[in-house]
């Protein structure tokens, strides 16, 4: 009981300090925070509820099916789906995304502190001590980590407004293709979507409860409320923006802690769990393929809730999400399968398209 009263305060809040701190290490990438675009945030808000919330609840869904976490769950979704053993490549995508989007984190706290700091450190040396700091903090209690991650990002929002950091005025704009691309990205790999985080952390109240709302909404609106935030947010000056590196440091040790606990379960041999988290985390510490790195963040983070969004809706049998999810009225399960076999793989590959297209 104790467990499951926990998870239904731990992954709201997780949800809105994840999606703010993804956002804000994504944001630069695509460029989002250069203009405030109403026309864009209108977008963005629209793509979370109608991207955001069906896969969501294909993740919570999966969840509840599967009692355990993503990639040791894929076992028997695939076998309960006669499903050829293929399929089960997404979770091992997703576990190693997980401290790759770790590292991508502790490289945008790296650039925050060389800025806004006068001791000439290299990025590479900052981000190495850094990255130390988020192994050590991530044997830390997940609830202890969640709290350090809300102070910091609480904290960051507050005194940039309180510090009166100018923000440009809304405008409106005309939409060009490129944006769909990077509000998918805000919307689903912004969110932490496909990584089955919310999956892992809702499992113990996902076992007791009986309809998947439950869990889903407060995780969906926490994320809403985290674009909001954003939307009012800049670090333009050095207190903010060291509070954000806590926030960010906090946040990758949590997603580590969460890789971790999936490769434990999964019995991997130590020595290559370690090597598994410290590669895609160093790996971020070559300041040459960072720009790379981070398209390759972009990009690898759509496919995994493409392929998730293709074995939920195509390849699994319908009576097996729709009890796990039970709806009240089958209307509602009927439009979220037009959502995650149509909508969302369409929608996917035109930001795919999108994302790729701006390189050239």
């Known amino acids: 009981m104790q467990d499951n009263a926990m998870s239904k305060w731990l992954s709201p809040l997780m949800a809105f300090c994840l999606s703010f701190i993804i956002i804000a290490t994504l944001a630069p990438v695509t460029g989002i925070q250069i203009e405030r675009q109403l026309d864009f945030w209108l977008l963005w808000l629209g793509t979370m509820l109608i ?46 995304f997980i401290p790759f989007l770790a590292g991508a984190m502790l490289s945008a706290a790296s650039q925050y502190v060389a800025t806004f700091t006068a001791n000439g450190f290299a990025y590479s040396m900052i981000l190495a001590v850094l990255a130390v700091i988020a192994f050590a903090l991530s044997f830390v209690p997940r609830q202890f980590l969640v709290i350090l991650t ?16 100018a923000l440009p005025e809304w405008k409106m704009t005309a939409l060009e293709f490129s944006e769909w691309g990077n509000a998918t990205v805000l919307a689903l790999v912004a969110s932490g979507l496909g990584m089955g ?71 991997l041999a130590v020595v290559v769990q370690w090597a598994i988290l410290l590669v895609a985390v160093f790996a971020w510490a070559l300041s040459t393929v960072v ?8 990009v690898w983070g759509l496919i995994i809730c493409l392929i998730y969004a293709i074995f939920a809706g195509w390849i699994m049998k319908i009576s097996h999400l729709r009890k796990s999810m039970n709806f009240s009225h089958e209307a509602f399960y009927n439009i979220w399968r037009i959502a995650v076999r149509i909508v969302l793989p369409l929608s996917i590959v035109l930001a795919l398209v999108a994302v790729i297209g701006q390189l050239f």
């Open 197 to 267: 985080l919310y999956w892992q952390s809702s499992l113990p109240a996902v076992k007791q409860q009986e309809i998947a709302s439950k869990t889903v909404f407060p995780i969906w609106i926490a994320q809403l409320l985290a674009v909001v935030a954003f939307a009012f947010f800049a670090a333009k000056a050095q207190v903010p923006a060291l509070a954000l590196v806590v926030g960010l440091v906090a946040a990758s040790a949590l997603l580590i802690q969460m890789a971790r606990e999936q490769l434990q379960q999964r019995q």
């Open 291 to 298: 720009p790379v790195f981070n398209i390759a963040l972009l």
């Open 51 to 96: 991207l955001a919330l069906p896969l969501c609840y294909l993740e919570i869904a999966l969840a509840k099916r599967s009692k355990t976490t993503a990639v040791q769950a894929l076992s028997s979704l695939t076998r309960d789906a006669d499903a050829s053993p293929k399929w089960r490549l997404v979770g091992w995508l997703a576990v190693v």
């Open 150 to 165: 809300t102070i910091g990002v609480i904290a960051a929002v507050v005194l940039a407004n309180v510090m009166g950091t």
